[in-house]
């Protein structure tokens, strides 16, 4: 009489989630903004007031997600009368919606130090999903203080329009006076918590 041998099924194992808790630096990051004027050059800009968290799974980048508010009254470009436009109904209108928001959904590594991050965007009201190519994060490093920092770069374009802020004006020379596609970049630097 032969006997059956039952082999035991062994469950893959996951490996441990190694979780860490950072707080975005606002005094030391940026979000900043470019965008075509009159079809002949770009104008730069910025917000001064941006703040999030970063979940960072240290082994498996894939789980982890951050979290950035931007305050749109903060909104800089070096012309006072062209940020109070940019502040009115007529854009960011910061009465109604005081600030941009980005919550990441997929984290994707792309090469040592490139990654995928993927999210959604909101701008006066309108959620899109966005990708934004980054950089990061840095080596940890210790500030004078003893605080840990990472830091990470990371870049993406969208259409304006797409997010309700189309107000323009055509020139007569044919074109429009503020174009259309925006180039967002990010400076950011996290401190752990």
Do not use: C, Y
């Not at 941006?50 to 980048?61: A, K, M, P």
């Not at 993927?118 to 309108?126: E, F, P």
């Amino acid at each position: 009489m032969a006997l059956d041998v039952l082999e035991p099924v062994v469950k893959e194992q996951k490996a441990p989630q190694t979780f860490s808790t950072w707080a975005l630096d606002g005094a030391h990051s940026s979000a900043a903004f470019s965008v075509r004027h009159m079809m002949i050059a770009n104008v730069r800009g910025e917000f001064r007031e941006i703040s999030g968290t970063l979940q960072l799974d240290e082994r498996n980048i894939a789980n982890t997600s951050v979290n950035v508010t931007i305050k749109t009254a903060s909104v800089q470009t070096n012309d006072p009368k062209r940020d109070e436009h940019l502040k009115s109904a007529d854009f960011f209108d910061v009465a109604t919606h005081p600030e941009i928001t980005f919550h990441s959904t997929k984290w994707e590594q792309r090469g040592e130090d490139e990654l995928l991050v993927r999210g959604d965007l909101t701008i006066n009201g309108v959620a899109k999903e966005v990708v934004l190519k980054a950089e990061g994060p840095t080596e940890e490093v210790k500030d004078p203080w003893g605080n840990s920092r990472i830091g990470f770069s990371a870049k993406t374009k969208i259409n304006r329009k797409d997010f309700g802020l189309g107000w323009n004006v055509a020139l007569e020379t044919g074109g429009i006076l503020v174009g259309e596609d925006v180039t967002i970049t990010l400076e950011t630097q996290f401190v752990k918590q």
